[in-house]
């Protein structure tokens, strides 16, 4: 039985690795992970493969649902427009901006 690590499978079924991996994650496709990489049987990349052309999808680009999945996205953002970004470039200012000592005031009085 031929096994096939994430890339080679990724190139067998003409799909990104990352979309793969994300397949997985979700057990929309069967696969192993017996370490730290995931490892696919070639008998279950056809019944993938077979199973898309008896639904009749041509593109398996559906995400996770996040209750069947441990994978979360973090690069979420709010949809804004210019107001939004400056927002983000004031934060961004605010965080690279020097930072200076408090100077000691006199304590003479006139």
Same mark, same amino acid.
């Given at each position: 039985?031929?096994?096939?690590?994430?890339?080679?499978a990724a190139k067998y079924l003409c799909m990104s690795a990352s979309h793969l991996g994300q397949l997985a994650r979700c057990k929309r496709i069967k696969?192993?992970?017996?370490?730290?990489?995931? !490892?696919?049987?070639?008998?279950? /990349?056809?019944?993938? =493969?077979?199973?898309?052309?008896?639904?009749?999808?041509?593109?398996?680009?559906?995400g996770c649902d996040e209750e069947d999945s441990s994978w979360h996205c973090?690069? !979420?953002?709010?949809?804004?427009? /210019?107001?939004?970004? =400056?927002?983000?470039?004031?934060?961004?200012?605010?965080l690279l901006a020097r930072k200076t000592r408090s100077r000691h005031k006199s304590m003479k009085t006139t």
């Open positions: 039985m031929k096994t096939y690590d994430i890339h080679q696969a192993a992970k017996p370490g730290k990489r995931w !490892v696919f049987l070639e008998k279950d /990349l056809v019944e993938y =493969l077979d199973a898309l052309y008896s639904s009749g999808v041509n593109t398996p680009q559906q973090t690069n !979420v953002g709010t949809s804004g427009g /210019l107001a939004s970004r =400056l927002q983000t470039v004031k934060e961004y200012n605010k």
